[in-house]
């Protein structure tokens, strides 16, 4: 079988955006009073938002239904990435390397105003 295109993950591997995704759950929680260790958020912080808000049980925790949750989530996730570069620096490199003999593609769990953003 021949290799024709890889497939890269946005998050964690081309960006290094997942100290700020933990620490928008963090400042959630504090807005409202709560702490959130980042122990607590570790094993799930590649799991798309609505799954870490239905285990984090944020409805209990914090009265927000999901789409305030989610929106509030974008707002500081965005101010905290905000002028930011992300991009992990050897990896656009790697893929000017690699999409001379494959075909590329970024895949996400995240939305697509996320990933423009």
């Known amino acids: 079988m021949k290799i024709k295109a890889l497939l890269f993950d ?67 996730y965005y101010s905290l990435i905000k002028n930011k570069k992300l991009l992990i620096k050897d990896r656009v490199s790697l893929i000017k390397k690699i999409r001379r003999k494959y075909k590329i593609a970024l895949v996400s769990i995240s939305s697509r105003f996320t990933v423009d953003y």
Request: net charge positive; charged share 30%; aromatic share 12%.
């Open 10 to 76: 946005l998050d964690g591997t081309l960006i290094d955006s997942i100290p700020f995704h933990k620490k928008s759950f963090q400042l959630i929680f504090k807005k409202f009073g709560k702490s959130l260790p980042e122990s607590a958020i570790r094993n799930y912080i590649r799991w798309s938002t609505e799954e870490i808000y239905h285990h984090l049980k944020v409805k209990e925790k914090l009265g927000m239904n999901l789409e305030s949750f989610l929106e509030m989530r974008r707002e500081v």
